[in-house]
């Protein structure tokens, strides 16, 4: 689902609401949580899951066209543990890949 899919989904469910304030919701939703990772901060969503970061230690790397070492720097990665619920819906889902309309 892309992000325009997921503005369309939220209108046709909230036909009151107008387009623009859909599109500024989930935009100010998106960056608050971009924000929070990007400092650190742990993000929680009861039922879906949570996301974090994880430190990666520097490593030797190979560049895989011509063979050669390359060091890589420590970095951080965001990390998603899905929550019980979706992991529920995900298990009992009879489809392999469930589209926003099937569920």
């Known amino acids: ?13 909230q036909a009151h609401l107008l387009q623009k304030d859909v599109e500024l919701a989930v935009n100010t939703i998106i960056d608050v949580l971009t924000t929070a990772i990007a400092t650190g901060e742990r993000i929680e969503i009861r039922g879906f899951g949570g996301f974090s970061t994880i430190p990666r ?10 063979g050669e070492s390359v060091s890589l720097p420590s970095r951080h990665t965001v990390h998603f543990k ?22």
């Open 1 to 13: 689902m892309t992000k325009s899919e997921l503005m369309g989904a939220l209108a046709a469910k």
């Open 57 to 66: 230690k520097a490593r030797m790397g190979r560049n895989p066209k011509t």
């Open 82 to 103: 899905p929550g019980l619920d979706l992991r529920n819906r995900v298990n009992a889902s009879k489809l392999a890949f469930p589209t926003i309309k099937d569920l």
